[in-house]
């Protein structure tokens, strides 16, 4: 008998392995590659590799001892002409001026006598700055918390502790807000759309219900480009909406429908509201009627039974469809580019972009790492609430 | 439900709810509408009336090479990609159907975040390793991000029919002396098979809407059709891309059917 169940455990896990080494190659892997690229800062040690050792034992406060100077004019005149250009552009993230101080220190020691040491100071007196070497040191690798530090615009400064990356800088920061923004304002929004509709459709019989319910079914199975084109023909300035709006007399010039934060939540909404309706409705037909006419015919008023009785009841669904809408918005991408302005992009444009565009990986990969822990914790926060409250989608 | 009596108010509240449900439904469905009736316009703008009727943007959608690259290639992709993405799901399913499997609930979490990471996430991973290994621009390299993002929605949907699985079915055959594997092409299989052709839409469904993935992978050349949408919707909007839109929003249609039937009662053969 044991022996039995034990052949049958391992041919459980050997009909699991296929998908798990599939999904190991083409999704942890990548995955990992993103918490990798987080923290991993390889240029400075590959383009300097003596300065990198004498960075890492450098505390970091006033200047680095004069062996680290020898170390950066010996790196300096060694280093070949890709690993600096990649340095210097690791460095460009904290200052531009790098790529001219590099190559220009470079050139100056090259063009000095042979067997002499110029001072680095009188060369460039960059060199003899406190920040010079700390953004040096920050990016002496192999890993380090530049990138993620960046991505909530903070920077590591040895002298004073964690601090603002530039004086009042919140670019990163308010991204992560709006995308949060955007995000809650479609679940609320979805929840009130969705709301009485349910009510609505757990109310009708399972016929006409079903029926109903292939209003909602379609646009759920077609494609979100084809929504989004459809929102995008129909919210145009001569589009269907403004048209029919000036031929009411409402308006008299086209409202700006699109490329702003409304188009974005007309669209965003739209895609989302099936999310909604579908946990919303399991709760709301797993309610006992009685109950609401039992408090009722207690003496309760409507009001009172709806948000004494009915709505705890609700509760459940609410909270999942509300959850499910906002976490799975947080990671929207095509529809804010399609029907959105340049102020409306969500994180996920910043990641792309610096991924393909700018090329800033470390950057994409902690903007990336930001969404992604943010999307777990929701979910798993979500599970719990339904582990908790016994009403699972599946 | 309702009784012969009614207050008044009460009455109204129920016009009310209907009339709210009404426009509900009206803004799901409107979109999809009113972008197959400008496919089907003569004058090839977004506006109202429609004074003529014409076919000529569906001539032209299936006379641009460009259109046709793109069809063909989605219809590739989300072919293949089911084809991988359901035996594999299938096949884990089964394993996890175990109830006592040791380490079930991580492995079926691990197995299921493809389908809640944000697939932009996915996009720059697969990026990074995927241009590291050769497969960047290459239908090969294609078909696995897909399947990695379809094989989960195989998994969810055997599952579902799994768990409705009389297991005293299955004793009894073993009891009787089948084999395993003939237990299981006797059995269980007959019982899963709607599972797991749902699962094989699902699959395909998702390939088939798959544009963020497609975009960080595909080569200029490798068009397909929520690609080379995206690429007109991004500049301006043609008529074509109506068409376009109407033979996607056909397909959605047959696939939504093909998946009631499927989960119709009746179809799944214990209940």
């Known amino acids: ?394 | 439900m309702s009784g012969p009596r009614q207050s008044l108010p009460n009455r109204f509240g129920r016009f009310g709810l209907g009339l709210a449900a009404v426009t509900v439904l009206a803004f799901l469905m409107a979109p999809l509408i009113i972008i197959v009736l400008f496919s089907f316009k003569s004058s090839g703008d977004f506006t109202f009336p429609i004074t003529g009727w014409s076919l000529k943007w569906y001539r032209e959608f299936f006379t641009t090479p460009t259109w046709m690259d793109a069809l063909r290639n989605s219809l590739v992709l989300a072919v293949s990609t089911t084809l991988l993405a359901t035996p594999l799901g299938t096949m884990a399913a089964l394993g996890l159907a175990a109830p006592q499997l040791p380490g079930r609930r991580l492995i079926s979490a691990l197995l299921l975040i493809p389908m809640i990471a944000p697939v932009v996430i996915v996009g720059v991973g697969m990026y990074f390793v995927f241009s590291m290994t050769g497969l960047t621009a290459t239908y090969p390299g294609l078909i696995l991000g897909h399947t990695s993002l379809a094989v989960p929605f195989v998994v969810v949907t055997v599952s579902a029919v799994l768990t409705g699985l009389d297991r005293r079915l299955l004793w009894a055959a073993a009891s009787m002396g089948a084999s395993p594997f003939l237990t299981f092409r006797k059995v269980t299989l007959p019982v899963i098979l709607p599972g797991i052709a749902s699962g094989a839409l699902f699959a395909f469904a998702t390939s088939l809407d798959e544009v963020v993935v497609t975009m960080f992978l595909a080569g200029p050349g490798q068009r397909t059709l929520p690609r080379e949408m995206f690429t007109i919707a991004r500049d301006t909007l043609t008529p074509t891309i109506a068409a376009a839109a109407t033979v996607l929003i056909a397909a959605s249609i047959v696939l939504l059917t093909a998946s009631m039937v499927l989960s119709r009662p009746g179809a799944n053969a214990t209940r």
């Not at chain 1, 800062?41 to 680290?68: C, F, I, N």
């Not at chain 1, 020691?109 to 920040?131: F, M, Y």
């Not at chain 1, 499910?324 to 990671?331: A, D, E, I, K, N």
């Open chain 1, 1 to 394: 008998m044991l022996k039995g169940q034990r052949g049958g455990m391992l041919r459980s896990y050997a009909l699991i392995a296929p998908m798990f080494v599939f999904l190991l190659a083409t999704f942890l892997w990548p995955v990992s590659m993103i918490l990798w690229r987080s923290v991993s800062d390889p240029e400075l040690r590959a383009a300097l590799p003596a300065t990198a050792v004498e960075l890492s034992s450098w505390s970091g406060q006033g200047l680095p001892p004069a062996s680290a100077y020898a170390a950066l004019a010996s790196d300096l005149v060694k280093v070949d002409g890709a690993s600096l250009a990649s340095l210097s552009r690791r460095l460009s993230y904290e200052n531009p001026g790098f790529r001219a101080l590099l190559q220009s220190t470079k050139r100056k020691l090259e063009a000095a006598p042979a067997g002499t040491t110029p001072d680095l100071v009188a060369l460039d007196p960059q060199w003899g700055a406190n920040q010079t070497w700390q953004a040096m040191k920050r990016a002496a690798g192999p890993v380090g918390v530049f990138h993620i530090l960046s991505a909530l615009d903070l920077r590591q400064n040895y002298e004073t502790g964690i601090g603002p990356s530039r004086p009042g800088a919140a670019l990163y920061r308010s991204i992560i807000l709006r995308t949060f923004a955007i995000a809650s304002t479609t679940a609320i929004l979805a929840l009130v759309l969705a709301f009485p509709l349910c009510a609505f459709l757990a109310r009708q019989s399972d016929r006409v219900r079903n029926l109903l319910l292939l209003m909602v079914l379609l646009p759920f199975w077609t494609s979100i480009l084809v929504r989004t084109t459809a929102w995008l023909a129909l919210l145009q300035d001569r589009g269907v909406i403004n048209t029919l709006l000036m031929d009411m007399g409402l308006i008299d010039q086209p409202m700006k429908l699109l490329y702003n934060r409304i188009g974005v939540i007309t669209a965003l909404v739209h895609v989302m509201l099936p999310f909604m309706i579908f946990p919303l409705l399991a709760a709301m037909r797993s309610i006992d009627p009685r109950l609401f006419r039992a408090a009722l015919s207690l003496g309760a008023t409507p009001f009172y039974a709806f948000r004494r009785v009915y709505l705890p009841q609700v509760m459940p669904g609410v909270m999942a469809g509300a959850l499910m809408v906002f976490v799975v918005t947080l990671g929207f991408y095509v529809t804010p580019m399609l029907v959105g302005g340049p102020g409306d992009q969500m994180i996920s444009y910043y990641i792309a972009l610096y991924t393909t565009g700018t090329l800033n990986w470390g950057l994409a990969s902690s903007l990336g790492l930001i969404l992604l822990v943010i999307t777990l914790s929701l979910y798993a926060i979500q599970n719990a609430l339904l582990r908790r409250s016994g009403v699972g989608l599946r």
